[in-house]
């Protein structure tokens, strides 16, 4: 009898979901919950080895999401949680994370790195990487302001080949040394 009756209950409880479900799909601002714990909530990380969604170009997010689903780009726990998500949560929270306004960041940057950087970064980044790294041309991802220690661990992924590099973006990269590319992370840290 008792199980019966649990039994009765649970079916129930899962019916009563489904159809809340149908109801209302879950909202991206709902979708987006699960994140803020580690982006920070509207997409403001609080930690310098987690990058800020907020203000990130969409079609970044959107293309971060798939590579870190098929397993192309390398993950600490991304790749495990996007095979949670299907494309149309991608373009949903993507929509919402890039909505939300730019986490502007205080870092302890090295003033002559900046300088060195500036002076660096139109001729060799800015045909993708626009508007000092506001804005990113396609699915180039924004680095305004973005952790310099995320932008300094992915550069070393892409450089080890870890993280595929787009070709473009290689051909700029490969000639550069390392101190200019160390002063090109830290302007991008530097803007505001
Ligand atoms: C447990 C912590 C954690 C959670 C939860 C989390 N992330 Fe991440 N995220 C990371 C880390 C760490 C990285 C860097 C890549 C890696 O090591 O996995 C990252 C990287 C990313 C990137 C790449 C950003 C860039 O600039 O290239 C995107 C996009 C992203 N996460 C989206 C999401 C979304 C959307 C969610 C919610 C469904 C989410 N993350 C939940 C920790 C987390
Ligand atoms: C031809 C366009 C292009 C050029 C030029 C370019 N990039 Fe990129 N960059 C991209 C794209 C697209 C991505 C994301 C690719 C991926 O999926 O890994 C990216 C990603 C990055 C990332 C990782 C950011 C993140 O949030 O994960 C860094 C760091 C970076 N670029 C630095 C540079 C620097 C420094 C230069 C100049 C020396 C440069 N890029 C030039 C297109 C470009």
């Known amino acids: 009898m008792m199980m019966k ?4 209950a649970l079916a129930t409880g899962v019916l ?39 203000s990130q170009s969409k079609e970044a997010i ?64 800015g045909r993708c990487h626009i508007e000092d790294g506001k804005e990113g041309k396609d699915d180039t991802p924004v680095m305004a302001s973005q952790w310099l220690p995320y932008l300094q661990m992915q550069m070393a992924e892409y450089q080890s080949g870890k993280r595929k590099m787009p070709e473009k973006m290689a051909e700029k990269v490969k000639p550069l040394s390392g101190a200019d590319l160390e002063a090109l992370l830290h302007f991008y840290a530097s803007v505001k």
């Open 16 to 54: 009563a979901i489904s159809a809340l479900a149908q109801a209302a799909p879950p909202s991206a601002a709902m979708l987006s919950n699960a994140c803020a714990g580690c982006h920070g909530t509207n997409g403001g990380s609080a930690g310098p080895s987690m990058p800020s969604l907020a």
């Open 5 to 8: 009756w649990r039994g009765w």
């Open 62 to 125: 959107v293309e971060a999401m798939k590579k870190f689903k098929s397993g192309e780009r390398p993950a600490t726990v991304m790749g495990r949680l996007a095979k949670g998500y299907s494309d149309a949560d991608f373009t949903a929270m993507a929509e919402f994370f890039s909505k939300q306004k730019l986490h502007v960041t205080s870092q302890a940057l090295d003033k002559a790195k900046i300088a060195k950087g500036a002076s660096l970064q139109d001729s060799n980044c």
